[in-house]
């Protein structure tokens, strides 16, 4: 059974820093890509960032622009979102997730596997 962990959420005051990390075990299915959605309260999750299968990376550039930035380690099969320079508005849960196969893309529909989320919480 596939698992996605996700860790490093907390409160910080803005401007401050934040390193997501997401495990992925128990399961084998070739390439996929690993991702960050986010759920502010009372908003729809939309999607932060994501490394694909080949490495490369895209970004939901309006709302991270600059401050975000994707990274993995294979070595212990982790995603990792480093957040930067953090403000009020980046306050929510952090969702993985996992999509199979070789697609450029990731959105909600697309997503395999989620994790059950972390909450990310930015005081002004």
């Known amino acids: 059974q596939v698992q996605l962990v996700e860790s490093g959420g907390g409160l910080v005051q803005a401007g401050s820093s934040l390193r997501l990390s997401c495990a992925i075990s128990g399961g084998t299915f070739g390439w996929y890509s690993m991702g960050w959605f986010r759920q502010a309260p009372g908003k729809e999750r939309e999607f932060v960032a994501a490394i694909r299968w080949d490495g490369t990376t895209i970004y939901n550039v309006d709302s991270v622009k600059g401050r975000f930035t994707i990274s993995r380690d294979n070595a212990k099969n982790t995603r990792n979102l480093q957040m930067n320079s953090l403000k009020p508005e980046d306050t929510a849960v952090y969702y993985c997730?996992?999509?199979?196969?070789?697609?450029?893309?990731?959105?909600?529909?697309?997503?395999?596997?989620w994790g059950k989320g972390t909450l990310v919480t930015v005081s002004s």
């Open positions: 997730a996992v999509r199979r196969g070789t697609s450029p893309t990731m959105t909600q529909s697309t997503v395999d596997y």
